[in-house]
């Protein structure tokens, strides 16, 4: 009996090393070399099916994301219910004879609106509490977003993408992603002025050279700088920053909306919230400018000395189960950000490095030994992180052992059907059969979750490819090809 068991140990790994040697050739494309590949597919039940450096570390890019969404599932709770908890919050001091000094409080809530038609969570709703009160006159509006240490951007996220909608500052107070929409439109013939629009609500100098071409263009034929200054605090506000955006368009196209992040969330949701008080014929007087903002350990005042301690209104955001299925199907990494400081208030101060304590709790628990893995953020945009596809895949196979771990696979995205895996997989056999977390970075791109196979086998898979050449193409098509030729052979 040991012999026979030897013999099908030995049919088993033969049989992976063969798989493993085909796959190796087939990610190994003209076009690709110095490409470095990592991949594990296994069974579910732990059998190996591929392996390819399935223990070197490896960047994850929005894999990362994986991570801090099963930790929120498996120390949150129920996330199917509202959480009031989570929802902006308006505080004050009502003075009599209309008269009111007002706090703006942020709790972390990434859903916060302020579009035109809001219905539901939207920051106008505050106004209209405040207009309930009987307020004709704000002495003072201040911000407090205190919940958590100010980190607009954790460590090794580049300073180019902190200028892109990828990258926009974390912060207690978010109102609409924390973007601005830049809507670029081409002229119906080339060499005619290219036009442009954007709204905001904050010192924002936007510098629009775009140029209106009739040859085929793309997004990547647009590039957006900032002023390279620092950004640094001046006073109570963030100074004006100027933005350029640069390329090409081609003549009579649609319309182009671009994301400019906002680099003073907090700040601009004050201004929002004076003019939505102003709307309502609430007068604010100018000196709320030269207030400033809470951070920890610095309580506010407002003018009278004294602490405002009434709360007048709190929204309430929609259940968490929307946000964090919202932000694995759109890879959403300000959600993700917010996230993991949310995860950290749990045992911590709401800080980033008390966030990934109770990521690296989660990853001991299941498991996973520590060597295998680095995590410097909750999103994916750190190029500091690092993870193994044993461990990746590993971790997603433990996922499935837990209560939640349905409700986890159903937040990712699905191949040819939704998020950030809708065109890809189309007209395959893993069709509608793939759920997992993609990751694109510069010179990385990454995959991980769960496939069917066509015999109805599912089968759990770690993808990356990392330093990737500049001048090659996208790692994406070999990668998902690849994919499709194990899912047909299992």
């Known amino acids: 009996m040991r012999v026979i068991l030897s013999a099908l140990t030995l049919l088993a790994v033969s049989a992976c090393a063969s798989l493993s040697d085909r796959t190796r050739e ?55 219910q509202p959480d009031p908890a989570r929802g902006t919050s308006l505080r004050g001091d009502l003075h009599g004879n209309g008269h009111a000094g007002l706090t703006l409080v942020g709790a972390g809530d990434p859903t916060l609106s302020d579009t035109t038609g809001c219905e539901s969570n939207c920051l106008s709703h505050l106004a209209d509490a405040v207009a309930s009160q009987g307020v004709t006159h704000v002495d003072s509006l201040s911000l407090d977003v205190s919940i958590f240490p100010y980190e607009p951007w954790p460590p090794g996220w580049s300073q180019e993408d902190r ?74 506000y ?72 009434i709360e007048i209104a709190r929204l309430v955001p929609p259940p968490l189960i929307e946000n964090v299925t919202f932000l694995m199907k759109q890879s959403q990494n300000l959600h993700a950000e917010l996230l993991l400081r949310r995860l950290g208030l749990l045992e911590g101060d709401g800080s980033r490095e008390a966030g990934l304590k109770i990521v690296e709790a989660m990853l001991a628990e299941s498991g996973i030994p520590r060597w295998s893995w680095d995590l410097s953020d909750g999103s994916g945009m750190s190029v500091y992180n690092r993870v193994t596809p044993q461990m990746t895949a590993d971790f997603l196979l433990w996922t499935t052992t837990q209560p939640w771990g349905a409700a986890f696979r159903d937040t990712l995205p699905i191949g040819g059907v939704d998020g950030t895996l809708r065109r890809r997989f189309t007209d395959t056999a893993l069709e509608g059969r793939i759920f997992a977390k993609s990751g694109t970075l510069r010179g990385t791109n990454a995959l991980s979750g769960f496939m069917m196979t066509r015999s109805g086998q599912m089968l759990v ?23 499709v030729a194990i899912s047909e052979t299992n």
């Open 26 to 80: 087939s990610l190994e494309q003209l076009g690709l070399e110095g490409t470095r590949w990592g991949l594990v597919v296994m069974t579910m039940d732990g059998r190996e099916l591929v392996s390819i450096r399935p223990d070197e570390r490896f960047l994850p890019a929005s894999n990362t994301k994986l991570f801090t969404v099963a930790a929120a599932f498996h120390r949150l709770g129920d996330m199917t």
């Open 163 to 236: 200028y892109t909608r990828s990258g926009a500052p974390v912060s207690a107070l978010t109102v609409d992603n924390n973007l601005w929409p830049l809507t670029i439109k081409p002229a119906a013939t080339a060499e005619l002025w290219t036009e442009y629009n954007i709204t905001t609500e904050w010192d924002l100098w936007v510098d629009v050279d775009v140029e209106t071409v009739a040859e085929p263009t793309t997004l990547d034929d647009i590039l957006v700088y900032a002023d390279g200054s620092e950004h640094e605090w001046s006073g109570t």
């Open 461 to 483: 898979f770690a993808a990356f490819a990392n330093e990737r050449p500049t001048e090659a193409e996208s790692a994406i098509a070999a990668l998902d090809a690849t994919l």
């Open 238 to 309: 963030r100074e004006g920053v100027n933005f350029t955006v640069k390329g090409r368009v081609t003549a009579g196209t649609p319309p182009i909306t671009l994301q400019l992040p906002r680099l003073d969330p907090a700040n601009v949701a004050r201004k929002s919230l004076i003019r939505h008080l102003n709307d309502r014929n609430i007068v604010v007087d100018e000196g709320v400018w030269g207030l400033g903002v809470r951070y920890p350990g610095d309580p506010i005042r407002d003018r009278s000395g004294d602490f405002a301690e």
